[in-house]
């Protein structure tokens, strides 16, 4: 069995930003769906003792639903745990600088997150990635990865996914998400998505899960 994992605050501790009722839907119903889903789609497939991590089905299976469901609880979990009640402000240390490395800046991360964010078309996830070591190109095409210079591994780069995908199995190192399903946002703000994009980056981003994924 998948578990549904606990979020890391309260479902009211993000509001104002994001309401109670927000994530009474998006963790309770959306999370917790993906989590049913996929614990009935291994038990349809006869997984038993010993059945794959999340990690495992996500770089494994090919697109079809097991992908889908495994995939969205991985990035769900992600994205609760990309913003805090405490979030927003400058991230520090090595990140701050491995930033300034990549995009120049803070602020121009941000304006470049922004652009990502809301031009990702339909539903989909925006990410902060340490790029794959090798060279490979950050993403397969996605226009979020386009202002990502230079072709080393090693390097920040700000991705776009659609639907459930991943930059794991572009081999990237995630280190923060943005969910850009309306799902996310569409209680609190309406359509109004580049709302819901500057409060994540104003007051929720989480620069100390990011710094740790990029320790890690
Ligand atoms: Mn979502």
């Avoid at 890391?8 to 917790?32: C, D, N």
């Avoid at 943005?178 to 709302?195: F, T």
């Amino acid at each position: 069995m998948i578990e549904l994992p606990a979020l890391p605050y309260a479902q009211g501790a993000l509001a104002p930003h994001i309401s109670e009722r927000t994530m009474g839907f998006h963790y309770g119903k959306h999370h917790a769906g993906y989590v049913a889903n996929l614990n009935r789609l291994l038990a349809d497939a006869g997984a038993g003792d010993g059945e794959p991590t999340l990690e495992t089905l996500i770089a494994c299976m090919g697109p079809g639903a097991i992908f889908n469901n495994a995939a969205q609880i991985w990035n769900h979990t992600f994205y609760w745990q990309s913003m805090s009640p405490d979030g927003g402000g400058d991230p520090s240390g090595e990140l701050a600088a491995a930033i300034d490395s990549s995009f120049g800046s803070v602020d121009a991360l941000r304006v470049e997150l922004t652009a990502a964010a809301t031009g990702n078309f339909g539903s989909g996830w925006t990410w902060l990635v340490r790029r794959a070591a090798g060279g490979g190109g950050a993403g397969s095409g996605d226009p979020g990865g386009a202002g990502a210079g230079g072709a080393g591994g090693g390097e920040l780069a700000v991705v776009n996914t659609d639907d459930a995908d991943n930059p794991l199995t572009s081999g990237h190192t995630p280190l923060l998400t943005i969910d850009v399903w309306e799902h996310a946002y569409y209680l609190d703000y309406q359509n109004a998505r580049p709302a819901y994009i500057a409060t994540f980056l104003e007051h929720l981003v989480n620069w100390d899960f990011a710094a740790a994924n990029y320790a890690g």
